[in-house]
């Protein structure tokens, strides 16, 4: 019986006058929950990759599973990815999340950045920042970074407060920043910084906790006074000992806590996808949990980087793909596996697991084929925007961020003012961070950031060279993050002369109107529409990328995310029930596809609805070869 969280609310504020704490017993090395012992187990969930008609779904599965505890993530760009413009409704309403998940029965453990990793976009970082000041030294208490720092915790730290534990809330510990032992800066006045307005704004009533890899160096630099130290570790077997034994350093007394015991790993666009043996992880919780230590394991549920949310990490450059399933015991789709069932059998040595059923998968349903037809080019649609695309005129590249466009596609156009009729060639070292090169809608390359930066082109006096640019995810770790300018970020050169005169579109695709130009010729980046209509409800499906290449897919105007079939690993993307219409409505889809159409006709290609999941194709060989030197120069 699940209790509405007004009541809950309302329930537990009546109680908070009587004990209501969590609190750290340093005799007994246990946290105390209302005064009682308190371990928890806990898995991660991230409501920004779960369909919000999903969440109850996903946490009643982590319920059930025998977690007393989650761990969730606040990305702060997914909440401001406006400088001053807020989002916290739809699938940004994380309050709503976390009454969800004290309604469900589960306690949650707060990491509120304001960076997170989690290979999320720039980690959580807003991307509005480079705008405001391109030098601006980010996880610093570099005075620009902690003022934009503070803006967004008065913001949200009031909502969070009535959320703690001692209020009436769910939230039992907040995490300050994220592994910043493992960061370059180790700079203790920014985590002062962190602690202080977590205090101010939340008060004393919460345990502020950190988070760092199992090194001493990473602890030195990740740990501060008032900050319960917490180590995180992979399932290493009896090497938890010894990194418990390095968090004893730091926490000579108090409750021992991994706050990231990998049941997976993340992938990369180009490289195999990444599985851990139901075995592995097994063995790393039961010897955790027989330690009588704290846990949370990273992912319990993975979920999707929809839109342009996947982040990447660096060096060399690599993107996240759009499937963040992670091989973690609860599937993207939230489906159980038979490392799930596994897992709550570990667990439920500790503590009794639920003995209600394990809710079911959901449905799958194969829609099968839709036509999609050619609908123009990248150069046909940039009139048919709504609103009127802003042309950005400038003698040298712009970055996206100058333009204030920090997601997604970006075209730089220059009208060649000789006759280039032998090859000359390009060169676009600051690509940041694929590019495709066109010449009156030829394309003649592409480009990519630590790859190849030179193409070779012709074409006449007059006509357009046009630039299309991808931001395929902003770095979300180390040193990387410091340069993170997206677009192009240095001067292009033609022949070794420094090209002037250009004009910069940014491309937000979901303001695309129909473009209606079937008629249109050209094998440029392109538009492909299709739409289908189905009778009954809707139900979760995947959508089979095959005879694309590589771009953008959008379902009814969402922003599904990435697909780049022609690397892999990722073939198919997951598509939720709520991105789709049942009868008498039509479905339209739209593909922004940069590469190439595999099907023999360029004008019609299919792309297929199945029920079943494919992540773990096979990536061409030779493909996640290591990237050349990456050179980013400073701008004229
Ligand atoms: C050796 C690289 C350590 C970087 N840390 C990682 S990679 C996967 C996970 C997530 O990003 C998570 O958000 C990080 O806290 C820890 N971690």
């Not at 694309?548 to 892999?568: A, D, E, M, T």
């Amino acid at each position: 019986m699940f209790w509405p969280s007004s009541i809950l609310l309302f329930t537990a504020y009546i109680v908070s006058g009587q004990n209501r704490s969590f609190t750290i017993d340093y005799d007994n090395n246990t946290f105390l929950k209302d005064g009682e012992p308190f371990r928890y187990i806990s898995g991660s969930i991230h409501y920004s990759r779960i369909p919000p008609i999903y969440w109850k779904d996903r946490l009643m599965k982590m319920y059930v599973a025998g977690l007393n505890a989650i761990q969730i993530y606040i990305p702060w760009n997914f909440h401001e990815p406006v400088k001053g413009v807020y989002n916290f409704t739809g699938a940004h309403d994380v309050e709503g999340f976390i009454k969800l998940a004290q309604d469900v029965g589960l306690v949650v453990i707060l990491r509120s950045g304001p960076y997170i990793c989690g290979e999320w976009e720039f980690g959580g970082l807003p991307a509005w920042m480079l705008k405001e000041d391109p030098t601006i030294q980010v996880r610093t208490s570099d005075p620009t970074y902690l003022q934009f720092v503070g803006g967004w915790y008065d913001v949200l730290y009031p909502k969070i407060k009535p959320l703690l534990y001692v209020n009436g809330g769910p939230i039992i510990t907040v995490q300050i920043e994220n592994e910043y032992g493992s960061y370059f800066a180790c700079d203790y006045n920014y985590l002062r910084f962190l602690r202080e307005k977590a205090v101010e704004l939340l008060g004393t009533d919460v345990i502020l906790f950190s988070t760092d890899g199992s090194g001493a160096h990473n602890l030195q630099c990740g740990s501060l006074e008032g900050v319960y130290t917490t180590v995180d570790f992979g399932p290493t077997g009896q090497k938890c000992r010894k990194a418990f034994f390095l968090q004893r350093q730091w926490e000579p007394r108090g409750p021992l806590v991994n706050s990231e015991l990998y049941t997976g790993w993340l992938d990369h666009w180009g490289k195999n996808h990444s599985v851990t043996h139901i075995d592995v992880v097994a063995k790393s919780l039961d010897l955790i949990l027989s330690m009588g230590a704290n846990v949370n394991m990273y992912m319990f549920e993975g979920g999707t980087n929809f839109g342009y949310w996947n982040g990447a990490n660096y060096p060399p450059y690599q993107s996240v793909p759009t499937s963040y399933d992670y091989d973690a015991p609860l599937t993207e789709a939230g489906d159980i596996t038979d490392k799930y069932i596994a897992l709550r059998q570990i667990i439920s040595k500790y503590n009794p697991v639920p003995k209600m059923p394990i809710p079911p998968s959901t449905p799958k349903h194969a829609y099968g084929k839709v036509s999609m037809v050619f609908d123009g080019t990248v150069q046909d649609i940039l009139t048919r925007f709504s609103p009127p695309l802003p042309v950005n005129k400038s003698q040298l590249p712009l970055t996206m961020e100058q333009i204030g466009s920090y997601y997604g596609y970006i075209l730089y156009r220059h009208v060649i003012l000789v006759n280039l009729t032998t090859a000359s060639i390009l060169s676009v070292p600051g690509v940041r961070d694929r590019a495709n090169v066109m010449v009156n809608g030829r394309p003649l390359g592409v480009l990519e950031r630590g790859g190849e930066t030179d193409v070779n082109i012709t074409g006449t006096k007059g006509q357009y060279l046009d630039i299309l640019v991808e931001n395929q995810g902003r770095i979300g770790f180390g040193s990387g993050m410091l340069n993170n300018s997206k677009g192009i970020i240095s001067n292009v050169l033609l022949n070794g002369s420094i090209v002037e005169g250009w004009e910069i579109y940014p491309l937000p695709l979901e303001d695309l109107l129909r473009v209606n130009l079937s008629m249109a010729t050209g094998i440029s980046p392109s538009i492909y529409v299709g739409n289908f209509s189905f009778q009954g409800t809707a139900e979760d499906t995947y959508l089979d990328m095959t005879n694309f290449s590589k771009g953008q897919v959008f379902i009814n105007g969402f922003n599904l995310g990435r697909y780049w079939p022609s690397l892999g690993p990722q073939i198919r993307l997951y598509v939720p029930k709520s991105a789709l219409l049942a009868a008498p409505s039509i479905n339209y889809v739209m593909l922004f596809e940069t590469e190439n159409v595999l099907c023999p006709s360029k004008q019609i290609c299919a792309v297929e609805f199945m029920d079943t999941p494919l992540i773990n194709a096979t990536v061409p060989a030779g493909s996640s070869e290591e990237e050349g030197q990456e050179i980013t120069f400073l701008r004229r």
